[in-house]
């Protein structure tokens, strides 16, 4: 049980260093709109692919350790479906911003920033727990 509980806080933590390298993404690359908006979408494939693995390996350890549902798992549960309406809202206003030609690197820094701090308040609480 605890390889399935370290598994998930792998890919938890996974999902975090993503969430960290699209944070500060923007301010490396805010000469060169095409490196941007390659490196953006790359940023969402990861984003996602983590988000995704993450969900599945929590659903598994919450299957099978046959927990019920507490504060914590409800918080987490909570997360799992902000996190993707956050990160899909980031990438149609980053579409918009982009087309109109502007520079979406100060949105998107707050998104994921957002993001960020939400799913470590999730991890340490649960870590003190």
């Known amino acids: ?62 299957v099978f350790t046959k927990h019920a549902l507490t504060l914590r798992v409800d918080a987490m549960i909570a997360l799992a479906v902000i996190l993707p309406v956050l990160d899909g809202y980031r990438a149609v206003k980053n579409k918009k911003i982009w087309l109109s030609g502007g520079d979406a690197s100060t949105f998107s820094m707050s998104v994921v920033g957002i993001e960020l701090l939400l799913t470590l308040m999730i991890v340490a609480v649960t870590k003190m727990s």
């Open 1 to 62: 049980m605890d390889v399935l509980i370290h598994y998930h806080f792998l890919m938890v933590e996974g999902l975090m260093l993503v969430m960290l390298i699209n944070l500060f993404l923007p301010l490396g690359l805010r000469n060169s709109m095409d490196k941007y908006i390659l490196y953006t979408r790359i940023g969402y494939f990861a984003f996602w692919a983590l988000w995704s693995m993450s969900l599945f390996s929590g659903l598994i350890v919450f």
